[in-house]
Structures are given as C-alpha cells and as structure tokens.
C-alpha cells in the first residue's frame, strides 16, 4: 500500500521560502517518477515539477523554474521541494504524487495548504 505524506506547508509572506517533505512508504520508488502538484479552488490541479527516482532528472513547469527545486533523499525515502521567492499566487493546495515509469500519476498525498500573503 503506496502512502504518501506531505508536511512543511503553512503561511508565508510574499518573498519568503517554505519546504515542502513528502513521506513516501509502501514500496522501492527506484521505478517512480515523483511529482509535485498544486491547485486552487474553481482551477485545474498545476503539475508544478518531477523527479525521476532513479536518475534524479528533474523537470518543472515554467511558473516555478528558478525558483523551486525538488529534490529526493533516497535514505529516508523522502521527496522535497524547496519554494523560495514565493509570490500570492503560489497560495494553493500543494500535492506529492508517484507515477511508475511511463503510467499516470495514480497515488497522491492528502494535500496540504501553502498560503503565501501580499
């Protein structure tokens, strides 16, 4: 049973930094590609960046380049990302997700509210 655990969340003001961790259990990732997620309500959930278990290789939507980073601590089987310079409008329900290799992202985190204030 793949579970995922987000924590870090909480409220920032415009220019701040949060880290975001999600506790990821239930199985070996090395075949996983990891995502990071966001949406606001009325909105379409934001794929916002991902990390390839095993590469490491990274990716991140253009919203978030430059200033978030994902990264994976294998050791404590843990996904993260760092958000600087954070602006009002990273204000969302940020999601972790899990993928296997070349599938859609089928096991997602409860969630967890960043508000980030003018």
């Known amino acids: 049973q793949v579970q995922l655990v987000e924590s870090g969340g909480g409220l920032v003001q415009a220019g701040g930094s949060l880290r975001l961790s999600c506790a990821a259990s239930?199985?070996?990732?090395?075949?996983?590609?990891m995502g990071w997620f966001r949406q606001v309500p009325g909105k379409e959930r934001e794929k916002l960046a991902s990390?390839?278990?095993?590469?490491?290789?990274?990716y991140y939507t253009d919203s978030v380049k430059g200033r978030f980073t994902i990264s994976r601590d294998s050791a404590k089987n843990t996904v993260l990302l760092q958000m600087n310079s954070l602006k009002p409008e990273d204000t969302a329900v940020y999601y972790c997700?899990?993928?296997?290799?070349?599938?859609?992202?089928?096991?997602w985190g409860q969630g967890i509210q960043v508000t980030v204030s003018s």
């Open positions: 990390i390839n278990w095993s590469s490491g290789n990274t």
């Open positions: 239930g199985r070996t990732f090395s075949s996983y590609v």
């Open positions: 997700a899990a993928a296997q290799f070349g599938h859609a992202y089928n096991y």
